[in-house]
């Protein structure tokens, strides 16, 4: 009973180093998400994939690319880590039957810091 | 555009007491709106949702009914336990399929 699936759970980057956070859901969904969470700001949306093989900004898109590898699978990538990217990222996900962004299923979160 | 406003906490609550957060919003057309919750070391989890003016959306004792006419979608509980502490977010889906966030309150129940 998986459900969405986020790795690693926690990571430290010095500035202008790269990494790429995970994510796999096992529940058949077509849409995938990628969110970070501020203090004081709630969660704010990187990219999404509406499905396979499409991938749309977000909100704050900027210092970061994903891949939607397949249905399973969306990665974020920070090409030159900053620290003003230090932050929580969510991946979540949403159904086939649902309307998109209807009901979002959320994995743990990445806590990452960048020095 | 969309925005989501909800009251600052953290809100600290005695066992059993009745809880209000309070949530705004400002949107084009008619919205879905939203609760989430996040309970330590977890992510979000939908905790109710209501979809149109005047529905009243529920979960697990807690309630918020759509008012149209205030822009408003207000989380209540009648009586708090300690495993109800965790972070609530109200959120809106708009135009354009977009889930917009308020800034989570904090509510913390003690024995």
């Known amino acids: 009973n998986a459900g969405v699936t986020q790795t690693p759970k926690f990571q430290v980057l010095k500035t202008g180093q790269s990494m790429t956070l995970q994510c796999a859901q096992d529940?058949?969904?077509?849409?995938m998400y990628w969110y970070r969470q501020d203090p004081g700001m709630g969660l704010r949306l990187i990219y999404y994939?509406?499905?396979?093989?499409?991938?749309d900004k977000g909100e704050v898109p900027n210092g970061y690319n994903v891949s939607r590898l397949n249905k399973r699978e969306f990665s974020l990538r920070l090409e030159s880590a900053a620290p003003s990217q230090t932050s929580v990222y969510f991946c979540?996900?949403?159904?086939?039957?649902?309307?998109?962004?209807?009901?979002?299923?959320f994995g743990s979160g990445t806590q990452l810091s960048v020095l | 555009g969309n925005s989501v406003t909800q009251m600052e906490g953290p809100v600290t609550l005695s066992e059993e007491a009745f809880l209000t957060i309070n949530c705004t919003y400002t949107?084009?057309?008619?919205?879905?709106l939203f609760w989430y919750v996040q309970y330590p070391g977890e992510g979000l989890q939908l905790l109710l949702k209501?979809?149109?003016?005047?529905d009243k959306g529920s979960n697990k004792g807690f309630e918020a009914t759509y008012r149209k006419e205030t822009t408003s979608f207000h989380l209540e509980k009648g009586s708090v336990q300690v495993s109800d502490s965790a972070v609530y977010f109200c959120a809106l889906r708009g135009g354009g399929n977009k889930l917009t966030f308020g800034t989570g309150t904090q509510l913390k129940v003690e024995l």
């Open positions: 979540a996900s949403s159904g086939t039957g649902e309307s998109l962004n209807e009901k979002l299923f």
């Open positions: 994939s509406a499905s396979e093989g499409t991938t």
């Open positions: 529940m058949n969904h077509n849409s």
């Open positions: 949107a084009t057309g008619y919205p879905s």
């Open positions: 209501a979809t149109k003016a005047d």
